[in-house]
């Protein structure tokens, strides 16, 4: 027998790369990546040397900070802009709190928007110092409230209450009441924007779901009404049903009764909307065994019981993804309102470029306006792969 | 047990409960739709409106400068046809451009190259993040900003841009009937040609034995499934000839400036056309030929492979004499015809404008980028997702029995990714058709945007909104029924 002894310990091969061999297995692994490669980069420099010359040379973005009032909140009367103020305290309090309740996503939304708040305060251009005195008061309150939730599960149920009387509040503190209520049609900018998206997707929701329960009914009256509805109404594109929502409800109503253009909107938006939720709720209906309506039967529940206890929450966390990629789709559908004549955040640069002094700059308005879309729905996205990550859909 | 049912009360028996529920849900919809019919009816006689389809014969009055020739004076219902050639055009042209964009960046998220991967990604994220109607306003500012007419930008002389659009050269274009009536004959051509080969394969090759062996079945198949495309074909090429030919064909108005450069006839086509059918004939008769002769004089070797495998070497053996012998009698066609054949027209300036060519207007060039850049970036996602959806031991097997990286993408990840793609394709394509409607916000005449002049002008608002969803749905109904047909086909082998 050999005595077999080992001298010198081998490391096991480092997994990591050298830069120049990460350089040669991702951009010249062989001829043609080379050439691919050598070409893309010749074809960037020419594109970034003249984006970045238009961007710093020639465009004129003093338009953008003349108008961020205008961008925001459009012509929202500046007196009244505490009311703003006063949802943005209460909602910074609620996520303040939720964040320390729920941990989590929650946590890092909440983080995130916090520091999105405290740049607005450190930023050196010159914001309106009301803007500057909201951000810090709306950072400190989620800040305070965050402490004060930490793990106060006692508190779950309120937090709940608040987040559902949100919504009421926070269109009874917009709108206003007596004499002194702002008409919707002053509301504009990013903020009627949000306001449409949260209200289409809000009020398309329970619509949606009882369409699509109508779709899967055994009752052929109520699954083909649903049909009809689904089918017509996806069949249409957005804009038409804008047009019809302002052009054509007033015709079926009944004489003199009006409706808010705003309100019209919200309804046209709502009823689309509905359509594609309905038909992403029945993508989660379908894919919950049958052995569940099966078992739910035995133990002797009802239909509506059966719905709401068994096979609507299984059905509903199986498409939370397509439903966050919904509400981003109609999120970018909102500026649809402003070709209606409301002034969202699209709608709004119409009115700055009707300014003498902001003629001619629509790249530039147009560009930012879509950093801020961008920001918004790529922040969505980015949370919704993380929601899909934490509910492990796709992985069963 | 029996018993039992029979006793229950007629109240509480669920089938009269579920008929008596279905009954008043009915009703209630009913009861709504009677409301708003009253209210509509009350609304309109107070307005003055009756509702009548009469105002359609009536003049416009107003002028559309995009796509058919359109004046003025034609009526409603032309201008309604006008605006519903519009969209059909800047929705199949840009469900083209789309496709194309869309499966380049859709490969590319996959490419090895670093590079090229971060700048699809990049792309995609971009242009799937901002919403579609402010990039169709982006393009239109950047179309606004280029030069005027005197100064427009010229490739060689042949293609130039300005602030008035984009002007292409067309290819020669005389009258519109008999040049349609080219697009239908070889429609039938086509048709006719492609059953014969479908017959006289199956006649020959069709038997039992033959269809046992996996190529000859798929051969066989694929020519069985022959008269599914040759209908098709002749379908398309007769409708797409119709919107191809300069004027209508059948003269009820005169159709021009469309999109495409239209092949024409000029006295020198019909006899190079004669050369191409020639071809098309010689190459069939080779292949014929050719497996006669490897039938009857090959070794026995030959002659003792089975038949199939037979059928097929000499179908891909005939293909390298077949496809030369074609080419060479069409290209002699062209040279023997009598003058050309074709010919290229410049556009050129005459006094302010350009004669000439074909023009793209600003809007439609605006609306087209826009929709094709917007749909192909979601496009991109849908093919890169199917190609990732096939399963990796596909393309081990395929490495393993040594095909090369084009061989392994072409015969066994896309055939199997196609199906998975399909669906959500096909969404993506309603989807640009309907988004087409966007033009209004920036002038393009589509039938979205007709139709809300001609309710601007008449106040018929609810028959021409009827019009309007009625376009719409036959054009997202018609496209799913297609699709839904083509993806039952393509999922009937394997999955």
Redesign the interface.
């Known amino acids: 027998m050999e005595n077999l002894t080992f001298t010198q310990e081998i490391k096991p091969p480092s997994t990591k790369k050298s830069p120049l061999r990460w350089l040669k297995d991702?951009?010249f692994?062989n001829w043609y990546?080379t050439l691919?490669?050598l070409f893309?980069?010749v074809l960037?420099y020419f594109l970034f040397k003249s984006v970045f010359t238009w961007v710093f040379t020639q465009a004129q973005w003093a338009v953008i900070p003349a108008n961020l009032q205008i961008l925001s909140v459009g012509s929202y009367p500046r007196e009244h802009l505490w009311r703003v103020a006063y949802v943005i305290y209460v909602l910074a309090v609620l996520m303040g709190l939720s964040a320390g309740i729920w941990k989590g996503l929650n946590q890092q939304i909440t983080f995130a928007i916090a520091c999105i708040g405290a740049v607005i305060t450190l930023l050196p251009i010159n914001v309106n110092t009301s803007v500057r005195e909201t951000a810090v008061i709306a950072t400190t309150l989620i800040a305070v409230s965050y402490v004060l939730g930490r793990d106060r599960q006692n508190l779950k149920r309120w937090v709940i209450i608040g987040w559902v009387l949100m919504f009421p509040w926070m269109m009874f503190m917009l709108h206003g009441f007596g004499e002194n209520s702002i008409s919707t049609l002053n509301w504009g900018g990013l903020l009627l924007t949000l306001i449409l998206a949260v209200v289409g997707i809000v009020a398309c929701f329970p619509i949606g779901v009882l369409l699509a329960l109508g779709r899967r009914s055994r009752?052929?009256?109520?699954r083909w009404?649903s049909i009809v509805y689904i089918?017509?109404v996806?069949?249409?594109?957005?804009?038409?049903i804008l047009?019809?929502g302002s052009?054509?409800l007033?015709?079926?109503?009944?004489?003199g009764f009006q409706l808010d253009k705003v309100l019209r909107a919200m309804i046209a938006l709502t009823l689309f909307s509905a359509a594609y939720m309905a038909e992403n709720v029945r993508g989660g209906l379908q894919a919950v065994p049958r052995g569940q309506y099966e078992a739910a039967q035995a133990v002797g529940l009802s239909y509506p019981k059966t719905m709401t206890f068994i096979v609507l929450p299984q059905a509903l966390r199986s498409v939370i993804p397509a439903i966050v990629g919904q509400f981003?789709a109609l999120f970018?559908?909102t500026?649809?309102v402003?070709?209606i004549a409301l002034s969202e955040l699209?709608g709004v640069s119409d009115n700055i470029l009707g300014n003498p002094n902001w003629t001619g700059l629509?790249?530039e308005l147009?560009?930012f306006?879509?950093v801020i879309?961008?920001i918004f729905?790529?922040a969505m996205?980015y949370v919704s792969q993380i929601v899909e990550a934490d509910l492990g859909v796709g992985k069963h | 047990m029996a018993q039992n049912s029979t006793n229950t009360a007629f109240y509480r028996d669920i089938r009269f409960l579920?008929v008596l529920?279905?009954?008043l849900?009915?009703l209630g919809?009913a009861a709504l739709a009677g409301f708003?019919y009253a209210?509509?009816i009350?609304?309109?006689s107070?307005q003055g409106h009756p509702l009548s389809l009469s105002f359609l014969d009536n003049e416009a009055g107003f002028e559309i400068s995009e796509g058919i020739d359109f004046e003025a004076s034609d009526s409603y219902l032309k201008a309604f046809w006008v605006g519903v050639v519009n969209t059909l055009r800047v929705s199949i042209l840009g469900i083209v451009c789309a496709t194309v964009l869309g499966f380049i960046f859709g490969v590319a998220r996959l490419s090895?190259?670093?590079?090229?991967r971060s700048?699809a990604a990049v792309y995609v994220?971009?242009f799937?993040?901002?919403?579609?109607?402010?990039?169709i306003?982006?393009w239109y500012?950047?179309t606004?900003?280029l030069p005027r007419i005197a100064e427009s930008i010229s490739f060689i002389d042949t293609i130039f841009i300005n602030v008035r659009g984009i002007y292409l050269p067309t290819i020669a274009v005389s009258d519109g009937f008999s040049s349609w009536l080219w697009y239908l004959l070889s429609g039938v051509g086509l048709a006719i040609i492609i059953v014969f080969c479908f017959a006289v394969f199956r006649l020959l090759f069709g038997s039992k034995e033959v269809q046992q062996t996996y190529r000859s079945a798929f051969v066989s198949n694929t020519i069985f499934g022959a008269k599914w495309f040759a209908a098709p074909v002749f379908l398309i090429v007769a409708i797409a000839g119709w919107f191809l030919s300069p004027g209508q064909p059948l003269q009820i108005t005169n159709v021009s400036g469309i999109f495409l450069p239209t092949i024409a006839v000029s006295d020198g086509f019909s006899s190079w056309l004669w050369y191409l059918l020639a071809g098309v004939g010689l190459a069939i008769i080779f292949v014929i030929c050719f497996a006669v002769f490897r039938l009857l004089f090959g070794s026995k070797e030959v002659q003792q492979t089975d038949r199939s495998s037979f059928v097929s070497n000499t179908i891909f053996g005939a293909k390298w004499f077949a496809a030369p012998v074609f080419l060479i009698v069409a290209i002699a066609g062209w040279f023997l015809s009598q003058g050309q054949p074709l010919q290229i027209i410049r556009p050129e300036i005459q006094g302010f404008n350009f004669v000439g060519g074909i023009n793209f207007t600003p809007e439609f060039l605006a609306l087209l980028v826009g929709l094709a850049v917007y749909t192909s970036a979601y496009i991109a996602e849908v093919v890169r997702s199917g190609i990732q959806a096939v399963v990796k031991g596909q393309r081990e097997a395929a490495r393993s029995v040594g095909l090369n990286q084009v061989q392994e993408l072409i015969l066994v990840v896309i055939p199997q990714a196609i199906p998975i793609i399909v669906p959500p394709l096909t969404s993506q394509y309603l989807n640009l058709a309907?988004?087409?409607?966007?033009a209004?916000?920036i002038g393009f005449l589509d039938l979205?945007h007709v139709g809300?002049r001609m309710?601007a002008q008449t106040g018929q608002?609810?028959p021409i909104?009827g019009m309007?969803?009625v376009s719409?749905?036959i054009m997202?109904?018609t496209t799913s029924a297609l699709m839904n047909w083509y993806n039952r086909r393509i999922t009937r082998y394997g999955r």
Do not use: C, H
């Not at chain 1, 009752?219 to 109520?222: D, F, S």
């Not at chain 1, 996806?234 to 038409?240: E, Y």
């Not at chain 2, 090895?112 to 090229?116: A, G, K, P, Q, V």
């Open positions: 991702n951009l692994s990546n691919l490669t893309t980069i960037l009752l052929p009256a109520i009404v089918e017509v996806r069949g249409m594109p957005l804009v038409t047009f019809m052009l054509m007033p015709i079926f109503l009944p004489g981003i970018k559908d500026s649809l402003s070709i699209l629509k790249p147009y560009l306006i879509a879309y961008f729905t790529f996205s | 579920k529920f279905q009954i849900f009915l919809v708003f209210n509509m009350k609304g309109l107070d090895t190259n670093w590079l090229i700048i994220e971009i799937r993040n901002v919403p579609l109607l402010l990039q306003l982006f500012a950047i606004q900003t309907k988004n087409s409607s966007l209004i916000a979205f809300r309710i608002t609810i909104f309007i969803m719409y749905l997202s109904l």
